[in-house]
């Protein structure tokens, strides 16, 4: 069982940077493989990024090259630097868990077992 809990989310404008990040509770941090999804409003929940075990990542077509994911086993935390943000960014944030040996990583919500409570994100423009 683990328990996540995202922070560093708010108000900001277009252009600007913002950094969620995500503390695992419990131990084997590094067991999981963890992704990050987000909801626009009244849209459904989509796949952001993902990062494996060993720190291998995929990113979605709409964030690469300004969204990176990044984990730090010591600290049982991931993150999420978000730069170049559009208005097209705003989103509930949701960080998730995935206790699985037979995928390295997954764009997809069902292949995770645990997820945070999710966190507000507004780039106004």
């Known amino acids: 069982q683990v328990q996540l809990v995202e922070s560093g989310g708010g108000l900001v404008q277009a252009g600007g940077s913002l950094r969620l990040s995500c503390r695992a509770s419990g131990r084997a941090f590094s067991n999981y493989f963890m992704g990050w999804f987000r909801q626009p409003p009244g849209k459904e929940r989509e796949f952001v990024a993902t990062?494996?075990?060993?720190?291998?990542?995929l990113h979605a077509d709409s964030v690469k090259g300004r969204f990176t994911i990044s984990r730090d086993d010591a600290k049982n935390t991931v993150y999420l630097q978000m730069d170049s943000l559009k208005s097209e960014d705003t989103a509930v944030y949701y960080c998730?868990?995935?206790?699985?040996?037979?995928?390295?990583?997954?764009?997809?919500?069902?292949?995770?077992?645990?997820w945070g409570q999710g966190i507000q994100v507004t780039v106004s423009s």
């Open positions: 990062i494996s075990r060993s720190g291998s990542t």
């Open positions: 998730a868990a995935a206790l699985r040996f037979d995928l390295g990583v997954s764009r997809s919500s069902l292949d995770y077992n645990y």
